[in-house]
């Protein structure tokens, strides 16, 4: 089946930085691509969908130049949590449907990146 | 073994019908269980979320989770054509993991 990968799957870095999480699509090509964030004990909450070649498309409370998000080929989308603050510690999930599979909903989903900022 | 599993379907119900949706999984860590439902060129929305055993309802819609038998439901009664989507379990311990989702169209 299709296969999500996301890397890093962990990191930890000091306050003020700036953190890139890659999701990629191993055998598929992905019209769509989503990122969710998932707080402790909580349930998981979409930030934005990337479409390729486009401007991503932010859900409302999310700051979009705090959580850059850029899909520049069919099969890879960034997530840069720019200037880093404790807070932001959470575990960032992403997905990606598929182009042409029989059901265009379909969606696939990544093993996570745990981000834990000092 | 896939730590979940979901039988992707299609499935196809008329209107008024119960629907059951299913998922096993293997991590007797999982602690924490939800259902999804997507709708076309959406992203997924929470439709129910529970800790550990046990059912909870909401309007037309049960979850159960029986941990005993790592299985998950989601009963849809009286369904409506607006409940055609994909509907997506997902279930979480250290990690988080989804099945891949079950395609339900309900037909007027």
């Known amino acids: 089946g299709a296969v999500v990968s996301q890397h890093p799957s962990r990191v930890i870095c000091k306050s003020g930085t700036s953190v890139k999480i890659e999701c990629r699509s191993l055998?598929?090509?992905?019209?769509?691509m989503f990122w969710y964030r998932q707080f402790p004990k909580q349930s998981l909450m979409l930030m934005a969908t990337?479409?390729?070649?486009?401007?991503?498309?932010?859900e409302q409370g999310v700051e979009k130049d705090k959580f850059l998000i850029n899909h520049a080929s069919l099969t890879l989308s960034t997530l840069t949590v720019t200037s880093a603050h404790p807070e932001d510690s959470s575990f960032y999930i992403c997905?990606?449907?598929?182009?042409?599979?029989?059901?265009?909903?379909?969606?696939?989903f990544g093993p996570g990146t745990r981000l834990t900022v000092l | 073994q896939k730590e979940v599993e979901q039988d992707p379907g299609p499935l196809s119900v008329p209107e008024g019908a119960i629907v059951s949706l299913n998922c096993t999984y293997s991590?007797?860590?999982?602690?924490?269980f939800m259902w999804y439902r997507q709708y076309s060129r959406k992203g997924p929305e929470l439709l129910m979320y529970?800790?550990?055993?046990g059912n909870k309802e909401d309007g037309r819609f049960t979850a159960q989770v029986d941990k005993s038998s790592k299985y998950i439901s989601l009963f849809i009664r009286d369904s409506q054509p607006s409940d055609s989507a994909t509907y997506l379990c997902?279930?979480?311990?250290?990690?988080?993991?989804f099945g891949t989702g079950t395609s339900l169209t309900v037909i007027p």
């Open positions: 997905s990606a449907t598929q182009v042409g599979s029989g059901s265009t909903d379909t969606q696939y």
């Open positions: 055998d598929f090509q992905a019209t769509t």
């Open positions: 990337s479409n390729e070649g486009s401007k991503a498309t932010y």
């Open positions: 991590n007797s860590a999982f602690q924490y």
């Open positions: 529970t800790y550990s055993s």
């Open positions: 997902a279930m979480a311990g250290n990690q988080f993991y």
